[in-house]
C-alpha cells in the first residue's frame, strides 16, 4: 500500500461504519422510507463470457464502496425502457422489485461484431445499487427478439456473507469538486476521471477536466439543469503518458488499460480495466462517468450507464464528447448512418429500437415522438437526402485516399472543415430543418430507421435534437426529481 493510500484509511472505515449503521434502520434500503436515511452503496463485480449464441455471467465478488448511494431514493425502478439488459434487486421472500436500472456494457457491443461468431471473450462488469440489508436476488434480463426484456441470469446476495468487501479501494487520487449543488441523492452526480497523465501532467488533467466539464454544460439541455449536477473530476497518475493505440504501434501502461482500435476501429476508444475504474470512481460520488484520454488522436466512445471517453486533445474534442455522453447518459441511438464505419452488423430494421430518437414506425400515430410533431408536418418527412449521400460519399473517398497517401494531419482537417460546410449547404436546402418528423436513415441503416429531425448532435449537428433534448431531460429527473 503506497503512502496515499494509508491516508485514506481512518476516514474511509468512519464512513463505512457510519453507513452501515444508517443502513440497518432501513427495512430493505429505504424503498418505502427515503426520508429516514441513506443507503451504502453496494457493487456486484462479475465476469460476462461468450460469443454470439452462448452467454455466461460468474461473479468475481461483491463489496461496500466508501461513499453513500449517490442515487435517487424516490426514483428507485426505472421505467425509461432503456439499455441492451436490465438489472432488478428483488427481496428474495417476496419477489418484489426493490431497484432495478437499464444498463449497457461493452460486451453487449462486442457480441454484435463477426468475431463473436468465432471466438469467445470475456469482460469484466460491475453493477450497483443501494445496499440491501435482507437477501436479496440479482436478476439480469436482456433484450430478445423483438427487444423485451426477458431474465438471462440471477444470483442471490445475504447482506450477512462475511464475503461481502468493506474494504478500502485500491487505488488512490485526488478529489476535486467543480461544482457541488447539494445532496447527492437529488443531484445528477457526474464524475470525470483521468486517464493516460503520468505524475508530471497532474494539473494538465485537473485542467482538461474543467474545460471539459465547461464545454458539456454549454450545450442544451446540460446549461438549463445545471443546478441538477454534482461534478466531480479524479486525477491520479498513470505509469506511461497517453493511451494505447494499437494500428500506430503504441501501447501504454495506463491507469485503466484504455485503447484506441476496438473492435478493429481506429476511432473507437474505451477503457477495460473495469476494477481499476470502478476502485478509483468509488472514491466519488457518481451517476455518470466521463473517462477523459490524453491524447491529441481521434477517438471515444459511450456506452449506456458505463462511460462515455474522449481524446481530450482533438480539436473537436467538446461536441464528441457531448455525442457520446449522450449514448452514456441516455442511451441515444447514433443518427448517423452514412460514412459509419461501425463494427456491428446489419440490424433488423423491422423491430423497433429502443433508443428514444430513433423508430422504425414511421406514421405518425406510431412514432414515439408523436407529441412533438406539429401538425402538417408530413411524415416520413422529406430532407435534402441525395445531396447529403452524395456529399458525404465525396468527401469520405478523397479523405480515405488522403490518409493512404499519408498526407499530413492538418490537411486532412482541412479536408474535413470543407466537409462540413458542404454538408451545410445540403441542409440548408431542407423545408422542414426546425420540424420535428420522421427523416429517413438513422442508426447505421439508410432505410428502415427514421430520427427525428435533420440535424442533431447525434447525427452530425451542433445541438440536441428536441426528441434527444427531452430524452435526456428524462434521464436528469430520475436522478435528480424528489
Ligand atoms: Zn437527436
Known sequence: MNSSARLLDAPVIIITIALITLAARLPSFGAENPSTGRSATMRLDFFHTGNSSQELFSVDRILIEPLPWPGNPRRLIDLTNRGTYLFEIRDLSSGRVLYSRGFASIYGEWVTTAEAKRVNRTFHESIRFPAPTIPVK???????????????????????DKFIDHSPPAMAGHVSEIQNNGDSAFKVDLLFLGEGYAASEQEKCEQDIRRLSKGLFSYSPFNERRSDFNVWSICAPSPDSGVSHPSRGLHRNTLFGSTFDVFG???????????????????????????????????????????????????TSIPTFVHEFGHHFADLGDEYYFNANVAYSPADTSVEPWEPNITALADRSHVKWQALIEPGTPIPTPWPKDCYETTSRKYQNLIEKMRAEGRPAGEIRQATSERGKAIEQCFSQGNYASRVGAFAGAMYETKGYYRPQQQCIMLEGDQFCAVCKKAIEEMIDLYSRP
Open 138 to 160: 440479482v436478476v439480469i434480463k436482456s433484450r430478445d427478439r423483438i427487444n423485451a426484456f426477458r431474465e438471462i441470469w440471477s444470483t442471490t446476495i445475504d447482506p450477512g
Open 265 to 315: 476501429e481506429e476511432r473507437y476508444a474505451l477503457s477495460f480495466d473495469n476494477r481499476a475504474i470502478r476502485a478509483l470512481a468509488s472514491l466519488a460520488a457518481y451517476d455518470a462517468l466521463g473517462i477523459v484520454m490524453n491524447s491529441d488522436e481521434y477517438g471515444n466512445g459511450g456506452i449506456f450507464g458505463l462511460y462515455a471517453t474522449v481524446s481530450i486533445d482533438y480539436p
